[in-house]
């Protein structure tokens, strides 16, 4: 694109819709955009976060780092309350530079690029070593028996779909193999997993992300691979057996006490009304989770700021929540959700920013709710205003650390970006601040600072 | 985003839309998305393109390099017909590295990063120094007169408007200052002008682009300046007088014998109304034009290459072509569109990728047919088809070289990715590789081809 065509590109907000008495509305969200725009705080912000303080894994000090700083800087808007909630999280440490080597193959010896799966326990100093066996699904190991399966390392290698439009789609079609894969192969001797990471890239950098032992499962060792090396151990597998090596040190450190990190404005009419927007504070201990989520902890922090910058008084509370143990436990929101229980507090609406830093493009929504769909047609009469802004509403489900609060039986919103490149950095030591743009990220400020306009000012009947 | 929850995304295509007689019609656009995503080669021929052979500034031996390569490329698919079209373009140089030093101010000597506008002419060896005036808008010239003007520097410095939504929109209301900024001050007086950069972005890398001479005036240099050297420079001149030194050697070497290349399938039932993609396949000299305009070329490659893997036999002819010149002359489009008039050829559609390899948004689309708000309507009425991927259809400018095909009096459409990122990047040295994403590159071969496929089928009535 060179010469200095004008495209014809309209002003959008005072012409956004048609109905009269909404100008008032769209005249709001369009100064709403001008602010998140010109005046966001979130960009600086997830820089430090990410560039100064860096990995926030549970437990950790950087953890502890960036609760602090998250609530110096809740402390700097004038905001009614700012207070530290309590919680105990899981602490796991990754130990010692895994080691991941094909021991011998017609290509030789070499290493494959891998990282312990979260909450995994190692192989020990030792490390072990065992013929690999590659799997598709976890329905497979049941016909392949202990028979098989015992003594060897479970290879489970199943892509995600790439013909997915929705990435979020793809990685809950395929994250099964993470998440329980160890679990399952071990009830059949297996002695490790090896997961492919969950990625549609075909690239050199492995995934980490959690894994579960169900109770009574004995603990194996369990890590992501590279796709490329996931490629080439299949490939390999084909030809001829292939055994691998193993070593990795990770382990669970027990618990350690953490903190939510909250703040809010206080509702002046229906303050008992609670609108909260969030994201977790916690990261995987490689990269600085930049898209995940420290990107959705600044949007939410600057929600608020936006909102006091425009001097705006809410009907209803508007409170920003920065969860802890996300990743590896949600017990930050599960203490939340047991604290608001207690106080018997309501949540009318609750949205969670946890898919990314990118262009907005609307809001999933859920609820426990009888009345639902008379919600959600309220909701959708919104769209008019949103629309100019590129948003639009499904259903669908909202986020981890709000996920708790589905008792209450409020509405429940994720905010869903543009998820093409998500799962490029997801869980990686490349998500990092630099891999975030300033517009897109201002611009979730912006989207969800209009939806929690819209929910204050009408409710939700 | 951690555990494995999935979010009730579902496939889309089959149950897109509730026509029945639309189902087939949903279902094969499935198909192309399905083929785009899986066996789509933009990605690795845009690697080649930017890594291989580089920035490809009309008139280099890149740019032949450029069109000798593609023309491989077209001619591996089994098209109809793939041939290249002469046109004569117009060689600028940049020259030696450009040098923009504030000569003294309170923070003493010290260079801008600076690059030469396009077609602007150098100081020449010697370089000139003068005083900077600083301006933000062409009409202030007038008022300033060449009392004010004569002798100096001229400072163009109107930022991009940030909160435009269409990064576009505020391009259009920027650019005059670099297209016209030269010719204007010139003709007060002024000895060289310095151009703030042409992003929302605050960073140090500056911008090149197309600067134009009107007749009559004196060619004077004209220089872009990072958008941080851009507000320091501003912040000095409000405190004291400020003196610049500029040199650089660029200028125009002539006229080259440069090429468009083009591959058709040709259609079985009106092969004499054409459905034309394209794209430019020339750059700036800075960067390897990855996202302006490789992607666009690679994507309208990779309609065909998709069409014919799926074996569609279209009705209508599809031809691909790859314009040279879009950046700095647009003699490409002119030869295209003059060869064509000649011919008495028809083109019943043409659209053009040139806003970079983001996630499509959509179609903006355009005719000077008097029956286009008719044929309008039509393409409305697809609109329910292409709604599950993310696409739209507005009305607005197209592209600039297919342009030059508006007095055949057809449709013209502008392919319509995300906009927030590219102006990161235009016209610069980071226009890279590494900034495009390989499934937004193929989503917008895919998007793009499923509206062939539509004009194909349907025509327009």
Chains 1, 2 share one sequence.
């Not at 011998?104 to 690029?113: N, P």
């Not at 192969?185 to 002695?191: M, R």
């Not at 509403?393 to 008792?407: C, V």
Request: charged share 25%; aromatic share 8%.
């Amino acid at each position: 694109m060179a010469l200095f065509l004008v495209f014809g590109y309209q002003l959008v907000g005072l012409h956004a819709q048609s109905n009269p008495k909404s100008d008032a509305d769209a005249f709001y969200i369009r100064e709403i955009y001008n602010v998140a725009l010109t005046k966001g705080k979130s960009y600086p912000w997830l820089e430090y976060l990410c560039n100064r303080i860096g990995a926030r894994l549970s437990g950790t000090p950087q953890a502890a780092s960036a609760v602090e700083y998250t609530r110096q800087m809740l402390d700097t808007m004038g905001l009614d309350s700012v207070w530290l909630q309590p919680c105990m999280v899981p602490h796991w440490n990754r130990g010692e530079k895994e080691i991941v080597r094909i021991t011998h193959s017609k290509m030789g010896s070499f290493d494959l690029k891998a990282l312990a799966l979260g909450n995994s326990e190692g192989t020990g100093p030792n490390g072990l070593a065992a013929e690999v066996i590659e799997v598709k699904r976890l329905d497979e190991l049941e016909s392949l028996g202990r028979e098989r399966l015992a003594g060897k390392i479970v290879f489970f290698n199943r892509p995600m779909d790439p013909t997915q439009l929705n990435t979020f789609a793809a990685y809950g079609g395929a994250v099964d193999q993470r998440g329980l894969g160890a679990s399952r192969a071990s009830k059949y001797g297996a002695l490790a997993v090896l997961v492919r990471s969950m990625t549609t890239r075909l690239d050199d950098v492995p995934h980490t992300g959690s894994s579960t032992y169900e109770p009574g499962v004995t603990p194996i060792p369990a890590l992501g691979i590279s796709t490329n090396d996931a490629e080439l151990l299949s490939r390999l597998l084909k030809e001829e057996p292939v055994r691998v090596y193993i070593r990795n040190t990770s382990h669970m450190m027990g618990m350690k006490p953490s903190h939510n990190v909250i703040g809010e404005i206080r509702g002046s009419e229906k303050p008992e009304e609670i609108i909260l927007i969030g994201g977790h504070l916690d990261s995987w201990d490689v990269g600085t989770g930049a898209h995940d989520d420290g990107a959705g902890c600044v949007q939410a922090m600057d929600v608020l700021q936006v909102l006091k910058r425009l001097n705006y008084r809410p009907k209803r509370t508007i409170r920003c929540v920065l969860f802890m143990n996300e990743e590896n436990g949600l017990k930050g929101g599960q203490a939340y959700a047991e604290v608001s229980n207690r106080k018997k507090e309501f949540h009318l609406a609750a949205i969670e920013s946890d898919r990314g830093g990118f262009t907005p493009r609307g809001f999933t929504c859920e609820s426990e709710n009888r009345a639902f769909d008379k919600k959600y047609k309220q909701i959708m009469e919104w769209s008019p205003l949103l629309e100019a802004y590129g948003l639009s509403f499904k259903r669908g489900g909202s986020g981890a650390d709000i996920g708790p609060l589905r008792s209450q039986k409020g509405v429940l919103f994720g905010f869903e970006p543009d998820s093409q490149r998500y799962f490029d950095y997801h869980h990686t030591a490349i998500d990092t601040f630099e891999t975030v743009n300033k517009r897109e990220l201002e611009l979730g400020t912006a989207a969800m600072t209009a939806l929690v306009y819209l929910l204050d000012k009408f409710g939700l009947e």
